[in-house]
Nanobody, 119 residues
Framework: QVQLVESGGGLVQPGGSLRLSCATSGITFQYYTLNWYRRAPEKQREFVARINSAEHTEYADSVKGRFTISRDNGKNTFYLQMGGLTPEDTGAYYC?????????????WGQGTQVAVHS
């Protein structure tokens, strides 16, 4: 059974930092591309950051220079280090693990963790 479990969300003041974690099980973690998405209140879900199996990273323009995605293949866990937080970063953050095989795409989601940024 595949599980992705986020943690690390919470309330933080503007300018503060948080580190989100996504602990996975049931997947061959090292082969997966790992993503963070978020959904702000009354908005659609949006891409935040990605790290592939070669540890190449991509970021949404809105978080470049402030957020860092990383992975620990030994712990089957990946992270989103968030700094310089603003109220616009408020929302539910979801981790995602994606891998394309010849038989099809494996695409898994966590349940989400809430981040609230306000003074």
């Amino acid at each position: 059974q595949v599980q992705l479990v986020e943690s690390g969300g919470g309330l933080v003041q503007p300018g503060g930092s948080l580190r989100l974690s996504c602990a996975t099980s049931g997947i061959t973690f090292q082969y997966y591309t790992l993503n963070w998405y978020r959904r702000a209140p009354e908005k659609q879900r949006e891409f935040v950051a990605r790290i592939n199996s070669a540890e190449h990273t991509e970021y949404a323009d809105s978080v470049k220079g402030r957020f860092t995605i990383s992975r620990d293949n030994g712990k089957n866990t990946f992270y989103l280090q968030m700094g310089g937080l603003t109220p616009e970063d408020t929302g539910a953050y979801y981790c995602n693990a994606w891998h394309e095989l010849s038989a099809g795409v494996h695409n898994y989601w966590g349940q989400g963790t809430q981040v609230a940024v306000h003074s």
